[in-house]
Every structure is written in structure tokens, then in C-alpha cells.
């Protein structure tokens, strides 16, 4: 099992740039693909990004290519989303999550387990 636990969210404008961050503790994190996804009020939580276990390979929603990066420090268990450029409907909660295997899915219910998830709020 693992824990995972987002920081980084705040309040910013339009073209601002935010670092999220996802610290995982228990198993070994190098065992886990991971992702990014985001929900907004009333609406269903959206795949954003995700990585392999090694960090070879990263998948990005066509919403998000170009303006934001993941990336991870397995010697720190740790799994970053970089967001540039932000916009309004990049406003959400934000959530990381953890896949027990090599190749990150896109879809949220194939995700073992989530944090509880931090809020991006971008004003125009």
C-alpha cells in the first residue's frame, strides 16, 4: 500500500505558473506508474498527465501538451506536475494517484490508490 499526499495549489492569474507536488510513503514508489488528474465542480475527475515507473515515458492530455510537465524523483518519492501557462479552466482540484504497474492508464478507476487532492484556482 502507499499514501500519497499533494501540495502546491494556490490561488493564481491567467499565464502564472504552478509546481504541484505528490509525496508517496509505503511501498516502494519505483513500483508504481503514476498520474495527474483533476476535477472540476460538477464535473467528472479528467485524466491530466501520467508517468511510467521509470519516468521513460509520459502521457498528457491534449488540454494540457505543451504547457505542462510531469515528472518524478523516485530517490524521493516524490511526482511533480510543472503547469505553465495556466487558464481559467485549468481551475480544479488536482489529484495524484498511484497505478501498480509498469505503463500509467488514463482512465481514473484503473488507479489503485489517491490522495486527497490540492486546489488550483486560476482567475482571468
Known amino acids: 500500500q502507499v499514501q500519497l499526499v499533494e501540495s502546491g495549489g494556490g490561488l493564481v492569474q491567467a499565464g502564472d505558473s504552478l509546481r504541484l507536488s505528490c509525496a508517496a510513503s509505503?511501498?516502494?514508489?519505483?513500483?508504481?506508474?503514476m498520474g495527474w488528474f483533476r476535477q472540476a465542480p460538477g464535473k467528472e475527475r479528467d485524466f491530466v498527465a501520467a508517468?511510467?515507473?521509470?519516468?521513460?515515458?509520459?502521457y498528457y492530455a491534449d488540454s494540457v501538451k505543451g504547457r505542462f510537465t510531469i515528472s518524478r524523483d523516485n530517490a524521493k518519492n516524490t511526482v511533480y506536475l510543472q503547469m505553465n501557462s495556466l487558464k481559467p479552466e485549468d481551475t480544479a482540484v488536482y489529484y495524484c494517484?498511484?497505478?501498480?504497474?509498469?505503463?500509467?492508464?488514463?482512465?481514473?478507476?484503473?488507479?489503485?490508490?489517491w490522495g486527497q487532492g490540492t486546489q488550483v484556482t486560476v482567475s482571468a
Open positions: 509505503g511501498r516502494t514508489f519505483s513500483s508504481y506508474a
Open positions: 508517468i511510467s515507473r521509470s519516468g521513460g515515458g509520459t
Open positions: 494517484a498511484a497505478h501498480e504497474g509498469r505503463y500509467p492508464p488514463r482512465e481514473a478507476n484503473s488507479y489503485d490508490y
